[in-house]
């Protein structure tokens, strides 16, 4: 179609649905004071759209044939910056130094390589100078589990809402890409919200141990892989009104947050 072979290795399908195009822009609520990330432009569908709303746009693309085409097609825009290289190796602070862009108050729009979703999304959040907001595309299933909610929580969903809030804009036909991959996808708004005042690897860790072996009960997970009293834990756990029967996937982020503090 675009005279390009594509990469399945670098999670190459490219958005070809005008309407899902104007769907992402308006999802991302752009101004034109807006400093905007791409990860992953590819052959530039949101690119085009992006360079003409906001004050500066950043893509970084992994392929350099991605990279060659867009200078050529967005040769006549001031406001674009293209940066060859792999996402998950950049440090976001040196990239915006390099430019000479202050970084504060950034947005990340991307149509996600589906093969490094979960990564891209964590190294973000995690970051010190995480985005104001980010809006992707991303695999319909990994976007409900990014927003599922109590009593079907998971691991994924935890570590994003962890640090901030997530959204199903809309669903997506697979059909609105080239080539066609194998399943549907959906537009996805994550906001990061004020940081619990809490011990991020004490948290996680407690977390993974209820999660451990998601069908047995809490207090099981819990005391075999903290290595604590099962009685013990028991009663803590009602202590702090929860259930030691129920399964980690029916807590909610304050529960795990409450449970962090009190295991300190
Ligand atoms: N934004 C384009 C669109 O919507 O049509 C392309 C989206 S395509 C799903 C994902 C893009 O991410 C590809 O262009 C691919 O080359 C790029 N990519 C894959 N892995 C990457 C990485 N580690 N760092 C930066 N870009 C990457």
């Not at 992994?62 to 825009?77: E, F």
Request: charged residues 25%; glycine residues 2%.
């Amino acid at each position: 179609m675009f005279n390009i072979k594509p990469s399945k290795h670098l999670g190459q399908n490219f958005l070809i649905d005008r309407n899902i195009v104007k769907k992402v822009i308006k999802a991302a609520n752009l101004k034109s004071t807006d400093i905007i990330l791409e990860i992953g432009p590819g052959l530039g569908a949101l690119t085009k759209e992006l360079v003409k709303k906001v004050k500066q746009v950043i893509a970084y693309e992994k392929d350099p044939r991605m990279c060659q085409i867009l200078k050529k097609s967005l040769k006549n825009y001031k406001n674009i910056e293209i940066v060859n290289g792999d996402v998950l190796k950049f440090e976001i602070i040196k990239l915006f130094k390099n430019l000479k862009l202050k970084i504060i108050n950034y947005k990340v729009v991307s149509n996600l390589p589906f093969y490094i979703t979960a990564p891209i999304i964590r190294k973000f959040l995690e970051a010190k100078n995480s985005p104001k907001e980010m809006v992707l595309l991303v695999q319909k299933e990994v976007a409900q589990r990014i927003c599922a909610r109590p009593p079907d929580m998971n691991l994924l969903a935890i570590s994003v809402q962890f640090y901030a809030k997530p959204e199903i804009i809309s669903y997506v036909s697979k059909k609105s890409f080239w080539p066609i991959p194998k399943v549907d996808s959906a537009i996805i708004k994550i906001v990061p919200q004020k940081k619990y005042n809490v011990n991020k690897d004490l948290f996680f860790k407690i977390v993974k141990a209820g999660f451990s072996q998601p069908r047995k009960q809490l207090a099981n997970n819990l005391s075999k892989m903290l290595k604590l009293n099962k009685q013990e834990i028991s009663s803590l756990l009602l202590k702090n009104n929860i259930k030691p029967t129920l399964r980690a996937e029916a807590l909610t982020i304050k529960d795990w947050i409450l449970l962090t503090k009190v295991l300190k």
